[in-house]
């Protein structure tokens, strides 16, 4: 187990896939309040047919290049969502759906064509799909590291703007911030933390890093800073943890042993979560049922002593 | 039957009842619990397998039905815990996928199962693994299979059309008269849980999505009568199907995946040319 740990790559690997998690739970507070949580699974799925197009383009795996062809590709998606929902009368969980199964299909229609024209030597593509952070080499690592960083330097860097354009859209007008612009800021972090995570992750299970520690985080607090670094704390533990367990079987995939840890931090957090974790509910709810039978009690005794 | 034939015929049974279990899913605004379902659908699949350790149609459905209640029932007790819907959806879909993907990869690795097959479906084996029914002969599995689903759906929607119209339209009326909303769910839930399993083996586990949601999408914005909506959605599940077949053959590519395209056209061109909602129309 320990010679796991201590061989460099996995090392690398660890800690990309801890800072990828880090950045997720950021990016993924700022999603939830704006109730836009299934948004990163569409998003993430719509990436593929430009992952593979950029593929096809330059005929090697420069995660570069395919990373700009998938945040190509989900910026299209995301228009095409928004489009269908302002212009017509199709709700937006619906057009969500399309655009990610669409988008999804077009991705396999071109990766058979990839896989055919490259002769099978496209093996780094398919984990796209699934995710398996084992089959990084350093230069992705660092591709992967920088893009996280400033992800997470942008959202700590604007904090008291972030945090009011979320919850008071007013009064960020009203002191001269660009709305327009803080939103076009947050969906390029959004999908660039999208595609980068999709190497580790792979593209169907992309959206529990945004949606699940964050709604984590929420059991445990009602401000939204500690919120933000809770749920990048348990981005960055689901992502390390999982990453570790993945390497220990032989060629097992990163992402749904990443998904699982999450998920474990998740029913952990809804059991015994300060704020509205359910044992918390049941002992106040059992307590107001005690206040009430004794409140019932001393009234029923003060009406006999009458 | 050729080769061929069986296959543009089981393709058209997935656009069929994929079309006419989609038009409820937009109706009740719920097309992303058919994203979810197609997704942990997987793991009721698996667990049938690893149970029964055979690849057979009748206890796929089974499992399908218990992975697609419990995603329901799981996301309906978020919701009620004040979980965000979609967070919640989310959540559930993601987890139970995942836990899908590891058993596949850690204990039913080396059988008849595996994530790609899962993901991708594979219509071009699917002639290849008959059953023998009395009177007409050897047909393929997948095809029986989900002739039998489409019959199911097909009866449950037109023995309670009726209320399947109110609960999709008003349910707090619905619910005033006397009709039980909540059973309705999950027997709504059941069937898009064994169209999903039905087609798997066809088109896969997010194509599925595809072939659910965008006929009926499309639909919508044709007509405003629920029975219309109902014959075009399957029309164009059906179209969208035969025609990604031979698109498919014709550029030698994924069958699935040029299916779920094809459903993105007859959807744009719908988006653009529909009489009542179409973009040309609001410019004119």
């Known amino acids: 187990m320990l010679s796991i740990l201590l061989n460099s790559n996995t090392q690398w690997v660890l800690l990309s896939t801890m800072i990828l998690g880090v950045a997720a739970g950021t990016i993924g507070c700022m999603a939830y309040w704006k109730r836009q949580n299934l948004m990163s699974d569409a998003l993430s799925h719509s990436a593929l047919p430009g992952v593979v197009i950029a593929f096809l383009l330059i005929q090697e795996k420069n995660l570069f290049i395919l990373i700009i062809g998938a945040a190509i590709s989900a910026l299209i998606g995301a228009f095409l969502i928004q489009w269908i929902t302002t212009s017509s009368r199709i709700s937006e969980d619906s057009a969500m759906g399309m655009i990610l199964s669409i988008f999804y299909g077009m991705g396999i229609m071109l990766l058979s064509i990839a896989n055919r024209s490259a002769g099978g030597n496209q093996s780094g593509l398919d984990k796209f799909i699934y995710g398996q952070a084992a089959a990084m080499v350093k230069s992705d690592v660092i591709t992967m590291l920088i893009l996280a960083l400033l992800v997470i330097f942008i959202v700590f860097i604007a904090f008291k703007e972030w945090k009011i354009n979320l919850f008071d859209p007013q009064f960020a007008k009203g002191i001269g911030l660009s709305i327009k612009g803080m939103n076009i800021l947050y969906t390029s972090i959004l999908v660039t933390t999208i595609v980068i995570g999709i190497q580790a992750v792979g593209v169907i299970l992309m959206a529990a890093m945004l949606v699940t520690p964050a709604v984590s985080a929420r059991y445990w607090t009602r401000s939204f800073k500690i919120m933000i670094l809770l749920s990048a704390t348990f981005g960055g533990i689901a992502g390390a943890v999982g990453t570790f367990i993945s390497a220990l079987g032989n060629g097992w995939p990163t992402g749904p042993f990443i998904v699982v840890v999450a998920s474990v931090v998740f029913v952990v957090s809804l059991l015994f979560g300060k704020e509205n974790g359910i044992l918390i509910k049941h002992l106040q709810f059992k307590m107001h049922q005690k206040t009430a039978k004794l409140n019932l009690q001393t009234l029923t005794e003060g009406l006999e002593n009458k | ?284």
């Open chain 2, 1 to 284: 039957m050729t080769y061929t034939g069986w296959i543009i015929l089981t393709a058209a049974l997935v656009g069929l009842s994929c079309g006419i279990t989609g038009v409820f899913l937009i109706l009740r605004k719920q097309a992303m619990m058919a994203d979810a379902i197609s997704h942990t659908v997987l793991l009721g699949i698996v667990i049938a397998f690893l149970i029964t350790s055979e690849v057979s149609g009748p206890y796929m459905l089974i499992g399908g039905i218990f992975a697609g209640l419990l995603t329901a029932f799981l996301v309906q007790w978020l919701n009620s815990l004040k979980v965000q819907q979609d967070a919640g959806l989310g959540i559930v879909f993601t987890t139970l996928f995942a836990i899908g993907v590891i058993l596949i990869a850690t204990s039913a690795g080396n059988a008849h199962l595996d994530i790609q097959h899962a993901l991708m479906g594979e219509i071009t084996f699917i002639p290849f693994n008959t059953v023998t029914l009395p009177i007409i002969g050897d047909v393929p599995q997948a095809t029986v299979l989900l002739a039998a689903v489409l019959i199911i759906v097909v009866i449950t929607i037109t023995l309670f059309y009726k209320e399947w119209k109110i609960t999709s339209f008003d349910p707090a009326l619905a619910a005033s008269i006397g009709i039980p909303v909540l059973l309705m769910h999950y027997v709504f839930m059941s069937l898009v849980s064994i169209t999903t399993v039905a087609s798997f083996d066809a088109v896969g586990a997010i194509m599925v999505v595809a072939m659910l949601i965008t006929p009926a999408a499309s639909a919508y914005l044709w007509t405003d009568k629920l029975h219309n909506m109902l014959l075009l959605s399957g029309a164009f599940g059906v179209i969208s199907a035969i025609t990604g077949y031979y698109v498919a053959a014709w550029i030698d590519t994924s069958i699935s995946g040029s299916m779920a395209f094809m459903t993105g056209i007859v959807f744009f061109i719908s988006f653009i040319f529909s009489p009542k909602h179409g973009l040309i129309v609001k410019y004119v």
